[in-house]
């Protein structure tokens, strides 16, 4: 048999994942996240955008002198000092550090947009693919809108820079707007009728406006492409990227049609997904591919007796081959430092050991109240102990009094800038009076958009986690909070979220 073509990963949940409302994530989160990707063997990581902001810059640098494995690129626009600044964070990662530069090419960017015409188009492509290569010669160039591009200026584009040292051409679907057959045109025109195309590696990257992310990148690599562009849980702007989960799995499990492979190893996907949903607070839906809760689930009478006797009557691939476990009930009061780190390095935590000691103390307190620990309280237990922002306002105690002949009155003792501050408010419920009593002492002025609660875990003893998503100056984060009292939970997710705003710098929004 033939050796099945290789396709590099290119992950950018750390660039355009992050630009999904309320997925801001500080250094630290991002770092951790770098580090699960580093355990699943991505070949590229897009670590951010340097000129956004000074906290992306430091974040992009931070990233490039850490992690060995993939290689680190940031994103730039076609101007010199984006790709100047691009440059002096990855600097860091020497021969792996990538500079990904982009400019528009459909005629509807550059009539309204750019306000250029082709000419100006191509020659700022070739400078800016010149200034970066004149740093490193490991340079991706983007044609942003690329679908929505005519076909001959595409090309015109594609070879142009190729010539000016561009090592990866990328062709994005930036709007989700193409479906596999046309996708796979495009490319195979690019193939076709770009002289010098041998000479890159051709790139894609979809977006999942028309649901079709996944299906597209895939019909370009049947088309040629060696690269797919993709994030952890399918994040990103508007509807999202396509699924690193989702087209890794369909290239290992479809090698009958589909004769490639990757470097990633799938037996840490489950382990990101769970660490990116639990720093974002962004939930996967359960019938999500490959790491929705439901993705190995079988309630059919049909289907249960069918995976009984074989699993692969209803299962094409092993929750094991994602890192999924059957034995959730791994932990409880009598567990032990050593089983209680082991688990969270399975789950992708990798903790310091004050972290270490804070979530165990935690993790303790929760195993005298239940029987059973299951991950999920794990992953709250670092959310709401390790993993969270900056924190200019503490929760210090609350009490909550409520009832049918009462008229809901929560007392909220806060420490505020250092400062120990309290209130009491009423409301129209327990949530209500404590969110205005929380407002009230941090003389807050963002919006609540979305408010939800659910049990972590099964049984009347399960930890409660709390949601809220807030807005304020256009700007939506989202907080979250866990505790065995909802009431409190409600509280920490609302305080979580007020000091995300607090320490979240504004970032420019970069489309592609």
């Known amino acids: 048999m033939n050796k099945p073509k290789m396709i590099r990963i290119f992950d950018t949940t750390l660039r355009d994942g992050e630009q999904s409302p309320g997925a801001s ?3 630290e989160e991002k770092l951790r996240i770098a580090h699960q990707l580093e355990k699943l063997n991505v070949d590229v990581i897009e670590a951010g955008f340097p000129i956004a902001s000074d906290g992306d810059f430091e974040a992009v640098k931070k990233i490039a002198q850490t992690i060995m494995g993939p290689q680190i690129a940031g994103l730039s626009r076609a101007n010199d000092k984006d790709i100047d600044r691009a440059w002096e964070a990855l600097k860091y990662a020497g021969e792996r550090g990538r500079i990904h530069t982009f400019i528009a090419t459909s005629d509807i960017h550059m009539k309204y947009k750019l306000k250029m015409s082709e000419d100006q188009v191509v020659e700022a492509a070739v400078k800016a693919v010149q200034r970066a290569a004149g740093y490193t010669p490991n340079v991706e160039f983007s044609a942003e809108d690329a679908v929505r591009t005519r076909l001959p200026f595409l090309a015109r584009v594609v070879e142009a820079v190729i010539a000016a040292g561009a090592k990866v051409v990328n062709i994005p679907d930036t709007v989700g707007y ?9 490319i195979k025109y690019l193939k076709d009728h770009v002289p010098n195309i041998e000479k890159a590696i051709l790139s894609v990257h979809c977006h999942n406006d028309l649901g079709l992310a996944v299906a597209n990148s895939l019909a370009a690599v049947q088309a040629g492409a060696e690269q797919v562009e993709c994030t952890i849980n399918g994040i990103g702007e508007r509807a999202g990227n396509c699924s690193l989960e989702e087209v ?16 990633v190893k799938t037996e840490h996907i489950y382990a990101a997904s769970k660490l990116l949903s639990t720093i974002t607070g962004i939930v996967v839906q359960p019938n999500k591919a490959i790491v929705g809760a439901n993705a ?5 009478g049909i289907h249960q007796h069918g995976v009984l006797m074989e699993k692969s009557t209803y299962e094409i691939m092993t929750p094991e081959s ?6 959730k009930l791994v932990l409880g009061k009598h567990s032990g430092r050593h089983a209680f780190i082991d688990r969270l390095k399975e789950l992708g935590y990798e903790l310091s050991k004050e972290d ?8 303790k307190s929760l195993a005298d109240q239940k029987k059973e620990i299951f991950d999920e309280d794990l992953d709250a237990i670092v959310a709401d102990e390790i993993i969270r922002a900056p924190e200019r306002y503490k929760l210090l105690q609350m009490n909550v009094s409520s009832g049918s002949f009462a008229a809901p009155t929560a007392t909220v003792e806060m420490e505020i800038d250092g400062k120990v501050k309290k209130t009491a408010m009423m409301g129209d419920g327990p949530v209500d009076a404590t969110f205005k009593a929380i407002k009230k002492l941090t003389k807050a002025e963002a919006r609540l958009l979305h408010f939800s609660v659910g049990a972590i875990t099964g049984g009347t003893d399960a930890l409660g986690e709390c949601t809220v998503r807030l807005e304020e100056d256009g700007r939506e984060v989202l907080g979250q909070g866990a505790h065995s009292d909802i009431i409190v939970a409600s509280a920490k997710a609302y305080v979580n979220a007020l000091n995300k705003i607090a320490s979240v710098v504004k970032r420019t929004s970069i489309h592609l």
């Open 356 to 363: 270490i000691e804070k979530a165990f103390v935690r993790f």
């Open 322 to 327: 994602i890192g999924l476990t059957q034995n």
């Open 178 to 186: 193409t479906i596999p057959s046309e996708y796979f045109n495009i």
């Open 296 to 300: 190995f689930a079988h309630e059919a």
């Open 25 to 27: 994530m500080n250094i």
């Open 248 to 263: 890794v799995m369909a290239l290992r499990t479809r090698h009958d049609i589909l004769p490639f492979a990757t470097n």
